[in-house]
């Protein structure tokens, strides 16, 4: 009783120290309406985001489908695929290992890339049963798949598996970027089936990742003139994953990448507006 006091003295002394009033902030103080700290691109198989992606400046790209040694860029790349394989580590071992030896040596990136999601996904799938297993509840559990448990309960361990992977990646760098795959959904629309775009992800963690991002953008192409490459960041019932906060990219196509007589040029500038004046 004596130590609980003393607790609850340390706090209301600490708690008369603070001007509480400091802590309230006008709502234009941090107003910064074209700022992207998170990012999910949405992207088919062979469309380009990897060879536009590897463009930005003062990256880290985190491949998980081996993807990047077709192309040349900016980035520094983590080829998570070949590093499990020559190390003999698990993907969820080789993403913390380096991810952690990317932190220690202190370099905050600009962009950080993690392609893709999708593939932590399917990665975040024996992980839950890993952790699940290793918890009281769960210690006589003899199914080989966390979505067995009664009544979906495996669903939650696997958000919060997928939920400590992503977490790896938070901090290396003022902008994650996260890249993932489409699922081709139909909606019923005056009786009739309507094609959607959807994110291959399990469960509801394409509504929890969707809501914890500054934007989603869809990569396309125009068919008239194939070398150019857009993010669709409108919203519709087509894709109502979709959202985007700031002001310059809500509701528009913005063009980022061009080849051009051979070239390939990028103009993420359109995108990151600060990467104008580099």
Not at 68 to 84: D, L, M, P, R, Y
């Amino acid at each position: 009783e004596t130590l609980l006091l003393e607790y609850m003295r340390r706090d209301d002394i600490s708690m008369q120290e603070v001007n509480l009033d400091s802590l309230i902030e006008s709502a234009s103080k941090n107003y910064e309406p074209n700022k992207v700290d998170r990012m999910i691109i949405i992207s088919r198989p062979g469309v380009g985001k990897t060879r536009a992606l590897m463009q930005l400046p003062n990256s880290i790209y985190f491949d998980l489908e081996d993807s990047t040694g077709h192309f040349q860029g900016n980035a520094e790349v983590i080829n998570i695929s070949k590093i499990k394989e020559t190390q003999g580590w698990g993907p969820v071992k080789t993403i913390k290992e380096m991810t952690n030896h990317i932190r220690s040596k202190g370099k905050k990136y600009r962009f950080c890339v993690v392609d893709t999601i999708s593939i932590i996904d399917d990665i975040a799938e024996p992980l839950a049963l890993f952790n699940y297993k290793n918890t009281a509840l769960g210690k006589n559990f003899k199914e080989d798949t966390i979505f067995a448990l009664d009544f979906g309960g495996g669903y939650y361990w696997h958000r919060e598996a997928f939920q400590e992977i992503i977490s790896c990646f938070e901090g290396i760098a003022d902008t994650l970027i996260l890249v993932a795959h489409v699922k081709d959904s139909s909606i019923k629309k005056g009786g009739e089936s309507t094609s959607v775009l959807d994110l291959r992800l399990t469960g509801t963690l394409r509504e929890i990742m969707s809501s914890k991002q500054d934007a989603s953008g869809v990569l396309i192409f125009d068919k008239k003139d194939p070398d150019k490459r857009f993010l669709d960041f409108r919203k519709s019932e087509e894709n109502t994953f979709m959202k985007c906060r700031p002001e310059h990219l809500a509701g528009k196509i913005v063009e980022i990448s061009n080849l051009k007589d051979g070239k390939f040029e990028t103009t993420w500038e359109n995108v990151f507006p600060d990467l104008k004046s580099k």
